[in-house]
């Protein structure tokens, strides 16, 4: 019974999402009725690619490869079709609402993670057969459907941010390939430009997210009581957990000395408070970026060596842990975000003049790790944006990031 109903839902679904997709795909409006939530579609976008096989060579494609004959038959077969006109439809719908699993401990790792993950690969993909083939109108569209898509992602939890930023971090990677094979011309770059417009960007912020990170972890603390024979049992296991090699037991003496559960919690609210409100005044401040990475760091060592001595907030250091990298990936995926945007600028020129500008105009975007311009260089090809200082275990590479740009003529 369980599976035949289930299978029943899922064709419902299906019909659903098809009816959905026709009228948004055909340009009219949906039936009066439909959902309008975007989640909806994407979730039967991810029940449809289940078990599909990835194209070979999808990989050297992401990277700014040509598509290969067999990932362009897979593709437009009509399996794979259908995935792709399910995530198109949704991004066309303004609100999306994940459900539950947004507020859980959800991971880009879980099936559901990997589904919406695999959508936007797949639709990468499709725009760079359509910027290939020359359809250059058809690929723009894409990549504004990827960007939207990205904004649905775009929760103030970590990990759907994580996606969020990978997804709209493929948008610059097929506008990239788009700008070395496209001709300049000067009504299809205006278009990308708004495409790629700072309005359009899913997002970043830091103060709500960690916040909400340690909600989360005082709520999944609060449900484990349950597990133990009374609630100082619960959270000295937690404290186990985190810190398996602290030395002494001045957390289980201060958790003995509390009368209830609240107290510990809100000592834990607090020390998180204080915490994010250093660390968001780091990243507010006009620091350059590699002073703001080191005190980060340090913010982070204080936070875990005070939980080491016996400090409650040793409870719930999840957030703390994170928080390095959540910035390192956030100006890693500004550097290329902001080198495609000027090079749209520069492409620009080349179109309404016919030659590349010999030096780099001015009110371009920055380079995120410096703080001042790219430097610019006319090449054989076209011409390179290289970033003035270091990101921080970007590669093994001891030298600053760099750009290169085709032009096609």
Request: charged share 20%.
């Amino acid at each position: 019974m369980r599976t035949s109903s289930n299978r029943g839902n899922t064709v419902l679904m299906w019909v659903a999402g098809s009816v959905i997709l026709h009228g948004l795909s055909g340009g009219i409006s949906a039936a009066s009725g439909s959902p309008d939530n975007a989640a909806l579609l994407y979730y039967q976008a991810c029940m449809n690619r289940c078990g599909l096989t990835l194209p070979w060579g999808v990989g050297k494609v992401l990277d700014g490869g040509d598509p290969g004959q067999e990932m362009r038959e897979l593709l437009s077969g009509e399996k794979y079709r259908l995935v792709i006109d399910l995530t198109m439809a949704a991004t066309r719908i303004p609100e999306c609402d994940w459900g539950l699993w947004v507020s859980g401990h959800w991971s880009p790792g879980g099936i559901l993670g990997t589904g919406l993950m695999s959508l936007g690969r797949s639709c990468t993909a499709h725009a760079t057969i359509l910027v290939a083939d020359g359809q250059y109108s058809e690929a723009i569209a894409t990549i504004a459907a990827l960007r939207r898509f990205a904004c649905h992602l775009g929760d103030d939890t970590y990990f759907t941010w994580v996606s969020s930023l990978t997804v709209d971090a493929l948008a610059f990677d097929v506008a990239e390939y788009l700008l070395g094979r496209m001709p300049p011309d000067a009504d299809a770059l205006r278009r990308l430009e708004s495409v790629l417009a700072d309005d359009k960007d899913p997002g970043w912020h830091p103060r709500q997210t960690l916040a909400k990170w340690c909600d989360m972890d005082v709520a999944s603390l609060l449900a484990s009581i349950d597990r133990y024979p009374n609630w100082r049992d619960a959270f000295v296991a937690q404290l186990e957990e985190e810190f398996p090699r602290r030395e002494g037991d001045a957390a289980e003496k201060l958790i003995a000395k509390l009368s209830d559960p609240e107290q510990v919690l809100d000592g834990v609210r607090q020390a998180h408070k204080l915490f994010i409100d250093s660390v968001v005044g780091i990243l507010e401040s006009d620091e350059s970026y590699h002073a703001k990475h080191k005190q980060i760091v340090q913010r982070i060592e204080e936070l875990f060596a005070n939980g080491d001595a016996g400090d409650i907030v040793g409870l719930v250091p999840g957030a703390a842990g994170w928080l390095e990298p959540y910035y390192r990936l956030h100006v890693n995926k500004l550097a290329h975000a902001h080198a495609v945007k000027s090079a749209v600028a520069i492409y620009r020129i080349k179109a309404t003049t016919g030659h590349l500008p010999q030096s780099l105009p001015a009110g371009l975007p920055k380079d995120p790790y410096s703080g001042k311009d790219f430097a610019y260089q006319v090449t054989d090809e076209g011409f390179s944006l290289t970033c003035r200082a270091m990101a921080i275990r970007w590669s093994s590479e001891n030298e600053p990031r760099h750009f290169d740009f085709r032009l096609k003529e």
